[in-house]
């Protein structure tokens, strides 16, 4: 495993994370099988476990954390998530001072640890200023209940004030940025995004690198039964397109010239962005984390890349 710099700050995140939004909590993956996937990625060298209050409503929180507590906590990265609603109190979500403050407490006890790694504001709140927010952030640290904070499908606009108020007024800056980034969903990070963030400093941990499944070619040959696409219909109408299966198709002959897997080669494309510090992954078996961990090692040059390019086009 590679390990790189979370943006600009001096903690260490593995290149490649485990994440709990797909498989924990929901009953998605038996407990027992939830459990041999996270000691796999412990085992594969992967340090950072993303979760979120949200996922599975504190249930995945509450799974992962029991496995993760049979390790020493100093050598894991923990990263938790707030904003979306948790109960029907009118208060019990966004990114209040009041929601961040209750929530942070809630997501610990879960976890059964004394801080997270990494506090993401899981969406902008518009009904809340951002410097609220951001003191909020700055008081946790502080507290010592968070040691970095960071942001999760913010606008550029967004990210810059938020960094320039921390700034001007002494608090601790968001370090990390959390967004949608692979081969399929790139446009925005790219244009917008990577701009803002890494002259400031913000590196980006991506989700759904993989584009839900798609780039791994599980879907060539159309959509299997007890698939995501075959259960969630979101999910397949972001990526299931005659023109994506196409492009997935082209990848192939060139993952074979290098002798790994579609699934290694989308990760390492996520990767070859200095910015990026890890891509998330979402494994439902403990040989797909092997498979996805050979990723932080794959560097195939810029011929290679080029006809990735030329395959996406």
Not at 9 to 21: E, F, N, Q, R
Request: proline share 5%; hydrophobic share 40%; glycine share 8%.
């Amino acid at each position: 495993m590679r390990y790189r710099r979370l943006g600009d700050a001096g903690l260490k995140v593995s290149a490649v994370a485990l994440g709990g939004w797909i498989n924990y909590g929901e009953g998605k993956v038996p407990a027992e099988a939830a459990r041999a996937v996270v000691e796999r990625a412990y085992e594969r060298g992967i340090n950072f476990f993303d979760l979120a209050d949200i996922y599975g409503k504190g249930e995945a929180e509450r799974e992962m954390g029991a496995v993760l507590r049979q390790y020493p906590r100093h050598t894991l990265v923990i990263s938790s998530k707030v904003f979306w609603p948790m109960s029907e109190d009118i208060n019990d979500r966004g990114l209040s001072r009041k929601h961040i403050f209750e929530s942070i407490d809630k997501s610990l006890g879960r976890l059964g640890t004394d801080y997270v790694d990494i506090y993401f504001c899981h969406r902008p709140d518009p009904e809340t200023p951002i410097a609220e927010t951001a003191r909020a952030m700055d008081d946790l640290i502080r507290m010592g209940k968070v040691l970095y904070w960071g942001t999760s499908e913010w606008g550029a606009i967004q990210l810059a004030e938020a960094h320039d108020l921390c700034e001007r007024y002494g608090w601790a800056r968001p370090q990390v940025e959390q967004p949608q980034y692979s081969m399929l969903w790139r446009e925005r990070v790219e244009g917008e995004i990577i701009p803002a963030a890494q002259p400031r400093g913000i590196g980006l941990v991506v989700w759904s690198p993989l584009a839900m499944g798609m780039l791994t070619g599980k879907y060539d040959a159309g959509i299997p039964e007890g698939s995501r696409f075959a259960r969630e219909l979101w999910a397949k109408e972001s990526f299931m397109t005659e023109a994506n299966v196409a492009r997935v198709q082209k990848l192939k002959p060139i993952a074979d010239q290098l002798g790994v897997s579609r699934a290694q080669l989308a990760l390492a494309w996520a990767l070859r962005a200095p910015v990026v510090s890890s891509v998330i992954i979402g494994a439902t078996r403990p040989e797909q984390v092997d498979d996805n961990v050979g990723a932080a090692d794959l560097d195939p040059g810029d011929a290679i890349w080029s006809a990735v390019e030329a395959a996406m086009a």
